[in-house]
């Protein structure tokens, strides 16, 4: 591996936010060398970090920096250079609810290739239409009428799944904890909650309208009516954009865990990494880490019918890993390929769509999120 070298056209990016700044790895499309640049804005707290391939190209970071707060940043050039919002994303509909942390960035698919949503905690959603020079609120989800029975999941209570509609500029979904998922058909107006057949096993009414936590919310590109979800309370398939949900749970060594990600191309194919609940759950689940101690990435090729551990090449004793919930990605390649981060800084990738496992890079601060990327 080499450092600090720029990513060219056609190469894959894997693009890692840390504890302690953002790092881009590419290569060709053998993915067998890679190249390294970062750590960009060293020393904060990326929570996320995307590659919009749409005009040129456009890096996004979601950074969280103790002494200078939270602040999106984007790069037109994979991060020689960056730009920083002139007006930054606050929450006006209430004055009495200040924003604590930026979480997930996602380009909006339909409106231009400046537009960019924003999740935020305390849950609160953003939309800049200039490239992030300046941020609106969407305050539908600020004032939603059940927002008084929401509550602070570990992470707080964060908007950390944002799934626009290629389709439809006005529908939408998002994943809240502890809140549950929602969806808006009127430009995030109004929002309907969409947790019918999902487990909250932490309140007394197992199957509420709202107060389920979802730790990771995904649609699948090729059917965006089919959607999965990683929940503290097990593993969801739908397949009517989240109207009902299946739990495809069993056959799994735990319904907890909080990475997803699914098949580029085939929609049945989905990857999940379990986890235990944690020693101490009611104190926040500090201590949470892989089933076992044994590192196995699980795939399911019928849509959760079935799950196989996938464990060649990862670490099967004594790993007390853990990984965050944007810690799993696939990119586009053929076979794809399939990567997941650690809290304790390992980067483990599959050439071979989870067959076959290596270390892409070990010794990295703690990782928050994982993103794929071809550059154009």
Same mark, same amino acid.
């Given at each position: 591996?080499?450092?600090?070298?720029?990513?060219?056209?056609?190469?894959?990016?894997?693009?890692?936010?840390?504890?302690?700044?953002?790092?881009?790895?590419?290569?060709?499309?053998?993915?067998?060398?890679?190249?390294?640049?970062?750590?960009?804005?060293?020393?904060?707290?990326?929570?996320?970090?995307?590659?919009?391939?749409?005009?040129?190209?456009?890096?996004?970071?979601?950074?969280?920096?103790?002494?200078?707060?939270?602040?999106?940043?984007?790069?037109?050039?994979?991060?020689?250079?960056?730009?920083?919002?002139?007006?930054?994303?606050?929450?006006?509909?209430?004055?009495?609810?200040?924003?604590?942390?930026?979480?997930?960035?996602?380009?909006?698919?339909?409106?231009?290739?400046?537009?960019?949503?924003?999740?935020?905690?305390?849950?609160?959603?953003?939309?800049?239409?200039?490239?992030?020079?300046?941020?609106?609120?969407?305050?539908?989800?600020?004032?939603?009428?059940?927002?008084?029975?929401?509550?602070?999941?570990?992470?707080?209570?964060?908007?950390?799944?944002?799934?626009?509609?290629?389709?439809?500029?006005? !529908?939408? @979904?998002?994943?809240?904890?502890?809140? &549950? *998922?929602?969806?808006?058909? %009127?430009? $995030?107006?109004? #929002?309907?909650?969409?947790?019918?057949?999902?487990?909250?096993?932490?309140?007394?009414?197992?199957?509420?309208?709202?107060?389920?936590?979802?730790?990771?919310?995904?649609?699948?590109?090729?059917?965006? !009516?089919? @959607?999965?979800?990683?929940?503290?309370? &097990? *593993?969801?398939?739908?397949? %009517?954009? $989240?109207?009902? #949900?299946?739990?495809?749970?069993?056959?799994?060594?735990?319904?907890?865990?909080?990475?997803?990600?699914?098949?580029?191309?085939?929609?049945?194919?989905?990857?999940?990494?379990?986890?235990?609940?944690?020693?101490?759950?009611?104190?926040?689940?500090?201590?949470?880490?892989?089933t076992d101690a044994k590192f196995r990435v699980f795939r399911t090729r019928n849509a959760g019918q079935d799950w196989e551990p996938l464990t060649n090449g990862l670490p099967q004793k004594n790993a007390y890993l853990h990984a965050m919930r944007d810690g799993m990605a696939a990119d586009t390649l053929?076979?794809?390929?399939?990567?997941?981060?650690?809290?304790?800084?390992?980067?483990?990738?599959?050439?071979?769509?989870?067959?076959?496992?290596?270390?892409?890079?070990?010794?990295?601060?703690?990782?928050?999120?994982?993103?794929?990327?071809?550059?154009?």
């Open positions: 591996m080499t450092d600090h070298a720029q990513p060219g056209r056609g190469d894959t990016l894997v693009i890692v936010g840390t504890r302690k700044g953002a790092f881009i790895f590419s290569s060709d499309e053998n993915r067998k060398v890679w190249d390294m640049s970062g750590p960009h804005w060293a020393g904060s707290d990326v929570f996320h970090t995307i590659y919009d391939a749409r005009d040129g190209g456009k890096l996004w970071v979601v950074r969280n920096d103790p002494v200078f707060g939270s602040e999106v940043h984007r790069s037109d050039d994979l991060g020689a250079t960056w730009y920083s919002s002139k007006i930054g994303p606050s929450i006006t509909s209430d004055p009495k609810i200040k924003v604590n942390r930026f979480w997930h960035v996602t380009p909006d698919p339909v409106d231009g290739p400046d537009s960019v949503y924003l999740g935020a905690e305390p849950a609160s959603l953003f939309k800049s239409v200039d490239a992030g020079e300046t941020w609106m609120e969407i305050d539908g989800i600020t004032k939603h009428p059940s927002r008084n029975g929401w509550m602070e999941g570990f992470g707080g209570m964060c908007l950390h799944s944002i799934l626009p509609d290629a389709s439809s500029q006005n !529908r939408m @979904l998002v994943g809240i904890s502890a809140a &549950g *998922v929602f969806s808006t058909e %009127d430009g $995030g107006a109004n #929002w309907s909650p969409l947790n019918r057949g999902v487990r909250a096993d932490f309140m007394g009414e197992p199957y509420p309208e709202v107060g389920q936590c979802p730790h990771s919310l995904v649609s699948h590109p090729a059917n965006p !009516r089919r @959607l999965y979800q990683q929940n503290h309370c &097990g *593993v969801y398939r739908s397949d %009517d954009r $989240g109207r009902e #949900w299946i739990d495809i749970s069993d056959g799994l060594p735990s319904r907890f865990g909080l990475p997803l990600t699914v098949h580029p191309f085939d929609p049945d194919t989905v990857y999940v990494l379990p986890e235990d609940k944690a020693v101490g759950e009611e104190l926040g689940g500090g201590m949470r880490f892989v053929d076979p794809y390929g399939v990567y997941v981060g650690t809290s304790t800084g390992q980067l483990f990738f599959s050439r071979d769509e989870g067959d076959n496992w290596g270390l892409l890079a070990d010794y990295l601060p703690p990782i928050n999120s994982v993103e794929t990327a071809v550059v154009v």
